[in-house]
Every structure is written in structure tokens, then in C-alpha cells.
């Protein structure tokens, strides 16, 4: 079974045991949670009525939902800090935590501990790097005036005069030079700064501050912060005492982060226990956000697969009291998830059909037919030794690296390097080896035919899932009388039987060809009463739902569609054939092109340019092509994928 | 050369053509100045116009005169953001100028709210700005107390050195300064934008741009001298620079002068003697004098302008004057004018 049977898990317990509870189901994982809350009200979880129940029942009533009770930030925040000291090199480890029992107190006081200790070491580095903040901005101050003699205290000390540094945009800049000759002070343009600004120092007489002031302020002067009244020498001498202060400084901050740096590592095992105390108890908030709680019991839902049903009971006899049941579809669990299980062959292909839609928990998983038939007609449509070899090491590269359809490119890869054999072709060229079914150019209409085929074949298997699938749904109106049902399925394989009786490939036309005619008549009947039929036996009333005439306006259109579409797929799946042979003539057209321009060294650049060309284009055609088929003219018989996908614990809860 | 920039202009050209056949012709601007008040306006506007989009969701019993302002601008915006999809490099980057003068009166409103300590909540239905475009945050911004904190909201724009020394703007004249450093910093940037653009193929374009900076320095200094009485230096702090008949020389000698008879002589050869050539109704009209020469310039500039950005920079700047008259519409209602009244404070004339 490629679709695993899922089943809806219930427990109550005491509280008390909620954490060890909670933990067993982390560490379990393979576990969809649902909101027990929303099952709750939805009425599905139900508890039997017996005397040993009803504290858990009376529970009921007074429900709370996890939700507004569980904070998991705070553990949260100390894990992340953790995790930024160390760099994000602690890891959740698994098999630790199943192994021994977690104390919460320990591990916060532990990790509170931890963190005052270093509070100190943070708190000096903190204090070096502020300083190291400010003599940088001094020095860039200072560096203005780096070609001035005289001492700074002079001028700080001026009598008559103040002085100012401060930067303008460019443009104000361009204001300013305008006016030099009519401001009341002196006015040096200094420098640039890094932000394009433009750097002046201001002289002003100090009975007319406050009017240069003005002006400055009109034109958006910032003052440059950093100048010191304790620097006192020239700013020659202020630069060189700075630069040695800032390398004090480093000199310092490096010992210090040292020092921070052997803290950490003399701790590593203690912080990598609390870290995975208290992300295994952010988890474990998170999966008690799910839960419903009464005063004194927790209720759980999930859903698990049908096979772990022993192992999750046998972790609920741990607890005293825990009442535990099971609930499939058939008695009164909500729609399940599906989760799909498939071999290492066809899981790529899951990505594939995912695409389309999840399967429903009640349908086949198409995974196995899909991935079988994709590779068939990819290969067959780009039969090459050479380049199959390299869809596939690329393909394997890529999902070395995780990309998921890089496995379906390495499986295709192959299938493309088998048919390269069947046609003998090797980059393009037919010389090389012997084909060992044949060449598809030389023999255009084995090719076309084996195509069509092929696609009989698969419209075939196609009808089966359906029939399948839709008798599981007890659908008995498509099923069985449906055009994609038995009734469609007969009639598709009589008239292909009536053309093969014609064409002489069958035997006694004389007999069966009338017979298989009436046949056909009486199935297209069939689907054309197909609803009021399906009522009839299955004693529903009434026999249409809307009224006979519209019924049958419609199902007589749905008819036309019905033998419309059976030429249509049938004949869709000559494109098999016909991109065999595009294959092969795309290549012969880059060879002739290489033959006529007489030159070794382009004919080798074009054979090479073609095979890339092919490759990177007609591989990804062929691709399109493949899949078209299975989408459009496959799926759309038999597979309705309306599920929703299986996403255990670990899936839903992320710390970072 | 310029038949290349022609063709490299000319999808763009025809779609200003095309926007610009819907706009608000003189019938219906006659129909909105008929209107009893603002409620028949805004009903006009929003059943018979392309504002109507913008309107739309408005409450039709709860009409407020700035907000319908507000909306009519977002009509602005949506089409100045289509018309940059035809433009790259240098050329777009010159017409986000277009949307920064949006963002620069947003900020204005709210400026204005936090100097008279007001809440800023309530200002955010007079917002208009380019969501995709703009850098400032304005959902934010609404939350900012004080002027400290509205600062602090703009550290990663390059508003906040436009503000940074202002310690406070309580004051009037503090205020006053503050919008004249942001409009100084929208006019200089557009200066900078303007002057990178090929000169060649906008040559109309950007001589219109420089004559109106010519304007706002006349009215600046004008005003600088009769209102505020500034010192000449900070007068020419003040000015914009990129003016095309009004250099820096002939700025400073406008500056110096002691009195309007002096500035009309320094203007009477040129073309911006309009401005003073009135006796009494010179404070009052003089903004709508030179948004009428500007509207005339510009629709100019729209007709003949068929290289480069000027057709559709035009374009933008003509939707801006019918959005003033139409405010100006708005407006006089409040005032109960009649309508030869409120026609005269219309850009475009009509009779």
C-alpha cells in the first residue's frame, strides 16, 4: 500500500503527567497533532460513558485550550541566546534527551548562572568598544586639522573668538562660498567627508556669535563631534596619543574575548544541557498549545499510522489513569491526513504528484504508476547514451544537494541511457554502436505505432485506478457506469476492439464485429443513463437531481466529450513517437550544419553547442511533454488529489 | 541621435497622450464650480471622472475637504508610478522626484501636527505617498510622540540629516525654517536629478525646471524680506540654486535690494516682471500668477515636446494643477464664493 492507513489518536491523562507525556511525543515524531480543542467541539472525541470515565468526562466542561495558557517565547529567548554565544554550534541531541530525565528548574538556574557570568566579561568588552567609538570620532575630528602648528588649548582659549567645526551638504556648501564676503566670521573649508559632505571650520568674533550662528544653523551646518578640551597639544601630537589609545584598547578587547572564548568552551557541556533542556521544553509548550486542559486532565489528539498503534499504546500503559483509543474514518475521526509511502525508486516522484495535488486518504497513491510510466516515456523520447549520462550525473549531483527533483533528473538520466542503447545512439551519433532495438528514423511508423501503443497501454491502467478508486469512494454512478468507470472502460476496449478487427489484426471479424458494435451501443447507452441507473439500484430517490431533461441535455454533451476524448488521449500519446524522432533530427541538423561549414574546429564547436542545446532544451521539453501526459491525459481519469499531506511533529515545530 | 531618443520615448509619449485625453475638461470644471457645496462636488468628481476610483470608497456623510484632497493625489501617484515602468536609469531616477514631492508634503503634514503637539493618528487619511517607492516609514511614524522620536523613525532616510539640529519646533519661526530645509532638500535633489539627465533630448524640459526655480527664489526672497525680515545671508541660505535667468549674482543683487521698487527694476527685462506688476494684489495672487505662467509653460512643454522626458514630466505637473483648482473648488465652498469669485483663484483660466 503506497497510501499508509492512518488512524486519529485520543488520550486523556492526569496532569501531572503532561511534560513526560508531551516528551514521548516528541520524541516519537511521527505524529500529525491536531487542535484536541477543535476535536472536542467538533464531537469527535468521545469518551464511553462509563463510571471510571466521568471525572474526565465532567471534565469537558470546563475546557481550556492550550492555546491561551502555554508560552514557550521565554524559553525561546534563553535558547536563542545560548545559541548566539555559541555561535549556533549547539545542536538538539535527540538521544540524550530520550535517554535521561530533564529537570526544568536545573536547567534555567543553570542557564541563568551561566549568563550572569558572563554579564561581567560582556559588560567590560561593552565599555572598551564605547571608547573605541569615541576616539574614533576624535580622531576624525581632529585628523581636519592635522596640518595646523599651534596647540588646541590656544584655541580653545581665544579671547574674542570661538571656533567651530561642522559639516554642509554640497549644495549648501555652494551657498556658503556665495556669501563668504558678507558673513562676519572666517570661514575654512577643511576637508570632505565620507558621506560627501563638505567640512568647514567657522572663526567667529564672539560679539557676533549668535548672527553667524544663525547663518550656520539657515544653512543645516552640523557641528563635528569629538573634540576634546583635555586634547591640549597640536593636532599632530592629539592624533599620534589617540592611535596609540585605540591600539591599547584592541590590544585589551582581544584578551578580553579570549578570556570570554575558554569561559565558553569550559562550559560547553553544561550550556549544551540546558539548551537542550529547554528547547526540548519549547517544543514540548508548543505540542501543549494542542492540547485541552481541565483541572485535572490533559486531552491529546493526533493522528499516527495504523502500525503504531502497539508502540503508542504500550508508552500510555507508562501512565497511571491515561485512557487512550484509536479512531479510523470508519468510526468517527475527522478526514486524515495522508501520508504516502513509496521505495527508493519512486519516492522522488512524490514531489511530482504533489505538484498535482496530495492523494486523498481513501484514494491509490498514483506515486508507483507515475514514476514507472514518466521514466518509460522520457526515455523513449530521448533515447541517448551519452547525454542520459549526464541528466544523470547532474541529477545526482543536485540531489546531493538536496534539490529533490535532482533524484527524479538521476532516474531519468538512466532511463534516457538505456534507450540510447535500444536506439544505438551515443551524443547524437549512430555510428558508434549497434542499436539494440532499432533506429527510430529508419523506421518512422514502428516508432508512431509503438508509441500509440504504449499509450493504450497506459490508458488502460489508467481506467483501472479509476474504477479502483472510485469503488472505494462507493461512487457506484462513475464507478461502474461512469465514462471513466467499467462501463467506460469496456467501450473504450471494444472499439479499439472493433478498429483492431478491421485493420485484420484480430481474428473472425465477421462474428465479432457486429457483436462488439452492439456492445458498444449498449455501453454508450449505459453511461448515457448512468445517475438515474445508479439510483435505481441503489434504491435512492429521486432518480435525477435536476430535472430528466436537463439530465440528459448534459450527459448527452458528456457523451459527445466522453468519445471525443477517447480519440484525443489515445492519439495524444503519439508525441512518444514523434519526439523520438525530433530527438534523432535535431541532432541531424547540427551534423549537416557541422559537415557544410568545412572547418574541424567549428564542426567540433556546433556538435558540442548541439548537444548542450539538446540537452538543456529538448531535455526539458521532453520533461514537460512526459509529465503533460500524466497530468492531462492520466490524472485526469483516475486521480482527483484533494488530501492533505501527513506532517509529523518535527515538521511543525522549529525553534529558530 | 534623436530620432533614437524619439522612438525610445515614444511608447511612453503616447501613453501620457492617452492619460491625458481623460482628464477634467473646462465643462466639467464649470459643473464643479455650479456645485451647491462640497458634497455635490465630491459627488460630481467620483460619478463623472477617472477620480471617481480614488473616491469610491469614501463615506458620503462624513466628507472631510483635506481627505478628498488626499484621495485626488493618489490618482497622482498610481499614474506617475505607471509612467515608471517605461523608464530606467538616470530618467526614472528623475521622475521618483516626482513621487518624493508626494512624500515631502506628507511629511509636512505631519511636521506640522507634532509642532502643535498634536496626535498624528488622525493625519494619516492625508498621507499620500508611494507605497512601493518610498523609504520612509509612515506607518510607523503615526505612532511618534515627539519631535525626538519622529527623528529617531527617520534615521535610515535621508530626511534625518534634514532635521538632525533641530533641537525643537515649537516655535513658529523654528517651524517655518524646518520646512524651508526640507524644501530646500527636495529642490536641490531634483537640481542634481535634473542636471544628469541628457541635455540634449530635454533641453525644454529642463529649462522649465530652472525657471521655476527662478520663481520660488523671487518669491522666497520677496517674502523672506517683507515677512520674516531674514538677513540677506540667510536669504541666500535659503535660495535654490539651478535657476536659469536668475544667477547667482543677480540672486545676490535681489538680495541687497532695499525695497519692492528696486526689485522691480532688477526684473523689468525679465521674463518674471508679471509677478510685481500689480498694485494691490500682489500678496494675494502671486502664488496663482506664477502656477498660471508654469501651467501655461507646461502645457507648452506637453504639446512640443516629443524627445526626452518633457511630454510626460508635463504631464505629471498639469495633473498637479488640475488637482490645485479642483482644491481650490473645494475650497471656495467653504467661503461660500460665487463663481466669478472662485474662478479667480483658478490656475486655468475660464470663463
Known amino acids: 500500500m503506497a497510501v499508509e492507513n492512518l488512524i486519529m489518536m485520543d488520550v486523556v491523562g492526569k496532569i501531572k503527567y503532561v511534560d513526560k507525556f508531551a516528551k514521548d511525543i516528541f520524541l516519537f515524531n511521527d505524529i500529525q497533532i491536531v487542535d484536541a480543542m477543535h476535536e472536542i467541539d467538533s464531537g469527535r472525541f468521545i469518551l464511553p460513558i462509563r463510571e471510571e470515565n466521568m471525572g474526565e468526562l465532567l471534565g469537558f466542561a470546563q475546557l481550556m485550550s492550550g492555546e491561551t495558557m502555554m508560552d514557550e517565547k521565554n524559553f525561546v529567548k534563553t535558547v536563542n541566546k545560548l545559541n548566539e554565544l555559541y555561535k549556533g554550534s549547539l545542536s538538539l541531541d535527540m538521544v540524550t534527551l530520550a535517554k535521561g530525565d530533564t529537570d526544568l528548574g536545573r536547567a534555567l538556574s543553570k542557564a541563568k548562572e551561566f549568563e550572569n557570568n558572563l554579564v561581567l566579561e560582556y559588560g567590560e568588552i561593552k565599555e572598551i568598544n564605547d571608547r573605541l567609538e569615541a576616539l574614533e570620532k576624535s580622531r576624525t575630528a581632529y585628523s581636519y586639522l592635522d596640518e595646523l602648528e599651534a596647540n588646541m588649548s590656544e584655541l580653545d582659549s581665544l579671547e574674542n573668538f570661538s571656533f567651530s567645526m561642522g559639516s554642509v551638504t554640497k549644495d549648501n556648501a555652494a551657498r556658503l562660498k556665495s556669501i563668504y564676503n558678507s558673513v562676519t566670521s572666517i570661514v575654512f573649508h577643511v576637508g570632505n567627508q565620507e558621506d560627501n559632505e563638505e567640512v568647514f571650520m567657522i572663526m567667529s568674533p564672539k560679539d557676533l556669535e549668535i548672527e553667524s550662528n544663525r547663518i550656520l544653523k539657515a544653512l543645516n551646518f552640523k557641528p563635528i563631534e569629538g573634540f576634546n578640551p583635555e586634547y591640549t597639544e597640536t593636532p599632530k601630537a592629539i592624533l599620534e596619543k589617540i592611535n596609540h589609545e585605540i591600539d591599547m584598547q584592541k590590544e585589551m578587547k582581544s584578551k578580553l574575548l579570549v578570556d570570554l572564548n575558554a569561559h565558553l568552551k569550559e562550559n560547553r557541556k553544561e550550556a549544551t544541557e540546558s539548551f537542550n533542556t529547554l528547547s526540548l521544553y519549547g517544543n514540548l509548550s508548543i505540542i501543549k498549545k494542542y492540547m485541552a486542559f481541565s483541572e485535572e486532565n490533559f486531552y491529546f489528539s493526533g493522528w499516527i499510522s495504523k502500525r503504531d498503534k502497539q508502540q503508542m499504546e504500550a508508552v500510555a500503559a507508562k501512565y497511571p489513569d491515561l485512557i487512550i483509543m484509536f479512531s479510523d474514518t470508519n468510526s468517527g475521526s475527522g478526514k486524515p491526513p495522508t501520508k504516502l509511502k513509496n521505495n527508493w525508486l519512486f519516492r522522488p516522484f512524490e514531489t511530482l504528484v504533489k505538484m498535482y495535488g496530495v492523494p486523498s486518504f481513501n484514494e491509490l497513491d498514483p506515486t508507483p504508476f507515475l514514476s514507472i510510466t514518466y521514466m518509460f516515456c522520457f526515455g523513449f523520447m530521448f533515447g541517448d547514451v551519452g547525454q542520459g549520462i549526464i541528466l544523470a550525473l547532474a541529477g545526482l549531483i543536485l540531489g546531493m544537494k538536496g534539490v529533490e527533483l535532482g533524484k527524479v533528473l538521476l532516474r531519468l538520466g538512466m532511463c534516457s541511457t538505456f534507450f540510447g542503447f535500444m536506439y544505438g545512439s551515443i551524443f547524437g551519433f549512430e555510428e558508434l554502436i549497434h542499436p539494440l532495438w532499432l533506429r527510430p528514423f529508419h523506421e518512422i511508423n514502428t516508432v508512431l505505432l509503438a508509441a500509440v501503443l504504449i499509450g493504450i497501454v497506459m490508458l488502460f491502467i489508467a481506467y483501472i485506478y479509476s474504477i479502483i478508486n472510485k469503488l472505494k469512494k462507493k461512487d457506484i454512478k462513475e464507478g461502474v457506469f461512469g465514462k471513466n468507470g467499467i462501463c467506460g472502460f469496456a467501450l473504450y476496449a471494444s472499439i479499439l476492439g472493433i478498429l483492431g478487427l478491421n485493420f485484420g489484426v484480430f481474428p473472425y471479424p465477421e462474428i465479432l464485429v457486429p457483436g462488439l458494435t452492439i456492445l458498444a451501443v449498449l455501453l454508450v447507452f449505459l453511461v448515457l443513463i448512468r445517475e438515474p441507473l445508479a439510483n435505481y439500484i441503489t434504491k435512492r430517490k429521486p432518480l435525477y437531481k435536476e430535472t430528466a431533461s436537463e439530465y440528459y441535455v448534459e450527459s448527452g454533451f458528456e457523451l459527445f466529450e466522453m468519445l471525443l476524448g477517447m480519440l484525443s488521449n489515445t492519439l495524444s500519446f503519439i508525441r512518444i513517437g514523434a519526439f523520438a524522432l525530433t530527438h534523432v533530427g535535431l541532432f541531424m541538423a547540427f551534423q549537416t550544419l557541422a559537415i557544410l561549414v568545412q572547418n574541424g574546429v567549428i564542426s567540433f564547436g556546433i556538435l558540442i553547442f548541439a548537444n548542450i542545446f539538446i540537452i538543456a532544451l529538448e531535455g526539458l521539453i521532453v520533461g514537460i511533454q512526459a509529465l503533460r501526459l500524466q497530468f492531462y491525459e492520466l490524472f485526469s481519469k483516475y486521480y482527483s488529489g484533494d488530501g492533505i499531506e501527513f506532517k509529523p511533529v518535527d515538521l511543525e515545530i522549529n525553534l529558530n | ?351
Open chain 2, 1 to 351: 541621435m534623436s530620432s533614437m531618443s524619439k522612438s525610445k520615448h515614444a511608447a511612453i509619449n503616447t501613453k501620457a497622450l492617452a492619460m491625458r485625453a481623460r482628464r477634467i475638461n473646462d465643462k466639467d470644471f464649470l459643473e464643479l464650480i455650479k456645485a451647491k457645496d462640497l458634497k455635490e462636488v465630491f459627488l460630481y468628481l467620483r460619478d463623472h471622472t477617472y477620480y471617481g476610483d480614488f473616491l469610491s470608497k469614501m463615506d458620503l456623510e462624513d466628507l472631510h475637504r483635506t481627505e478628498i484632497e488626499a484621495h485626488l493625489n493618489d490618482l497622482k501617484v498610481r499614474e506617475t508610478e505607471k509612467l515608471m515602468h517605461y523608464l530606467s536609469g538616470t530618467e526614472k531616477n528623475f521622475f521618483v522626484i516626482l513621487l518624493i514631492r508626494m512624500e515631502v508634503e506628507s511629511l509636512r503634514v505631519l511636521i506640522r501636527g507634532i509642532a502643535r503637539s498634536a496626535d498624528l493618528e488622525p493625519l494619516q487619511g492625508l498621507m499620500v505617498y508611494s507605497e512601493k517607492y518610498t523609504k520612509v516609514p509612515f506607518v510607523r511614524l503615526f505612532r511618534a510622540r515627539d519631535w525626538e522620536e519622529f527623528k529617531k523613525m527617520l534615521i535610515n532616510t535621508d530626511y534625518y540629516r534634514v532635521f538632525e539640529i533641530y533641537k525643537d519646533i515649537k516655535g513658529t519661526h523654528e517651524l517655518v525654517m524646518v520646512e524651508k530645509n526640507l524644501d530646500r532638500y527636495y529642490y536641490d535633489l531634483l537640481k542634481n536629478r535634473l542636471l544628469k539627465l541628457d541635455k540634449k533630448s530635454n533641453q525644454d524640459l529642463i529649462d522649465l525646471e530652472r525657471r521655476n526655480f527662478d520663481l520660488l527664489n523671487l518669491i522666497w526672497i520677496y517674502r523672506g524680506k517683507k515677512f520674516y525680515s531674514l538677513s540677506r545671508e540667510e536669504l541666500i541660505a535659503y535660495s535654490l540654486r539651478g535657476g536659469l535667468e536668475l544667477n547667482e549674482k543677480r540672486l545676490l543683487s535681489l538680495v541687497n535690494a532695499k525695497n519692492l521698487i528696486e526689485i522691480k527694476a532688477l526684473l523689468t527685462k525679465s521674463d518674471y516682471a508679471f509677478l510685481f506688476n500689480h498694485t494691490e494684489t500682489i500678496d494675494l495672487f502671486m502664488e496663482r500668477r506664477k502656477e498660471r505662467y508654469l501651467y501655461y509653460q507646461n502645457l507648452k512643454l506637453f504639446g512640443s515636446s516629443d524627445s526626452g522626458l518633457g511630454r510626460v514630466v508635463a504631464y505629471v505637473r498639469l495633473l498637479d494643477f488640475e488637482i490645485e483648482d479642483i482644491t481650490a473648488i473645494i475650497e471656495s465652498k467653504r467661503y461660500r464664493m460665487d463663481s466669478s469669485e472662485t474662478k479667480k483663484y483658478l490656475i486655468r483660466p475660464i470663463d
